[in-house]
């Protein structure tokens, strides 16, 4: 290797007779130990850089000697005193009379200190998820007991005033004056209401909690089961649904898209401008291995700054004097739609109707 070169080198390169004895220095070993050439030559390497070798230095040195080459990393204190890592690579070389070992050196010492930073955050955050992760089932545990609780203690007392207050009527409807009749009907309704905010809740949690197996759903089964559910549900009352199908088939979980698909149809229907009757357009779009499933109405439409708004739990945009309902349809709908790996979203104005979508995986149809 000409002198010049190994002169204009970056990298720190030495050469040593097989007793350790330094031969050659270069710039860049000066540079990056602080010893002079002059101070260098003739004293042992492995004794001036105070060398830390990943074996002993017989194995060391009988590696280098039996294989001609070694490649690794060394540790070496530089005359200020610091220790810095090195990426090191050695060859034999073999002269007529003696043999030699070039040692070429780059201070990896900084990416060294970066790797072993980033060890300590990755040890950091592997604590911290650990703590949350903990923190998370503790919470779960916690809202399971809840849950139970408001299932089985909170209901109960309100069976108990519903029925109380039907028994009022019936039994001692003779006794009470209009306002008397009026009061009995309207702890009724409370207590009704109150208990179906109640399994809203409940039917909210289970979604965020339940272990869901996706497969095939056909969704025209869905569509028709929830109209013939709406259907019964709304007796006399006038509505139309118009199913433009066949609607393809998706991935999801059967009885979270029922539920979900029920609650938005039930929304369209609820909507409806005073006095017309309910109209509902079901279609789909299949694109890019995916399914869009449309749920249009002719109703009382949103405004644009509320339609976030509205797949909240409890975020109600009408009193429930106009509207029935307990302000967590639609967030159960978004919640079943995430569990399911879909998306959910809206297109809608005042006065012009509602365009609601989700959005899932498609399933291949049956041939």
Same mark, same amino acid.
């Given at each position: ?94 002269? %007529? ?252 104005? %005042? ?17």
């Amino acid at each position: 290797m000409p002198a010049r070169l190994i002169e204009m080198a970056h990298d720190a390169i030495l050469v040593w007779e097989p007793d350790g004895t330094i031969v050659l220095w270069n710039r860049g070993a000066e540079e990056l130990y602080g010893y002079t050439m002059a101070e260098a030559l003739g004293r042992r390497s492995h004794d001036l850089l105070q060398t830390t070798f990943p074996v002993d230095l017989d194995a060391f040195l009988s590696a280098v000697g039996m294989n001609g080459e070694w490649r690794g990393e060394l540790g070496h204190t530089t005359r200020d005193g610091r220790r810095v890592v090195v990426e090191s690579r050695l060859a034999r070389i073999d002269e %007529p009379d003696h043999n030699l070992v070039l040692e070429i050196n780059r201070d990896i010492t900084e990416r060294k200190r970066a790797e072993e930073e980033i060890r300590k955050l990755n040890g950091d955050l592997e604590a911290r998820v650990a703590r949350r992760t903990a923190d998370l089932e503790e919470l779960n545990a916690q809202l399971a007991a809840f849950t139970y609780s408001i299932s089985h203690d909170l209901r109960a007392p309100l069976r108990a005033i519903h029925s109380l207050a039907d028994a009022l009527r019936e039994d001692y409807d003779d006794r009470l004056d209009d306002v008397g009749r009026d009061y009995t009907r309207r702890i009724s309704g409370s207590a009704h209401r109150l208990d179906e905010m109640i399994q809203d809740l409940l039917a909210y949690s289970r979604l965020g909690r339940a272990e869901m197996t996706l497969q095939r759903v056909d969704l025209d089964v869905v569509v028709d089961q929830s109209i013939a559910a709406l259907r019964g549900a709304a007796g006399d009352e006038p509505c139309c649904f118009e199913v433009r199908g066949p609607l393809p088939p998706v991935i999801g979980h059967p009885s979270t898209l029922a539920q979900v698909v029920g609650n938005l149809l039930g929304n369209a229907l609820k909507f409806h401008q005073p006095g017309e009757q309910p109209t509902v357009v079901i279609r789909a779009e299949p694109s890019g291995g995916r399914v869009r499933l449309w749920v249009e109405d002719s109703g009382i439409g949103i405004a644009p700054e509320h339609q976030e708004r509205i797949f909240r739990v409890f975020e109600r945009l009408h009193g429930i004097e106009s509207y029935p309902g307990t302000g967590i349809g639609l967030a159960i709908v978004k919640k079943g739609v995430e569990r399911m790996g879909g998306r959910v979203g809206l297109e809608s104005s %005042p006065g012009a109707g509602s365009r609601f979508w989700i959005e899932l995986p498609a399933a291949e149809a049956r041939s």
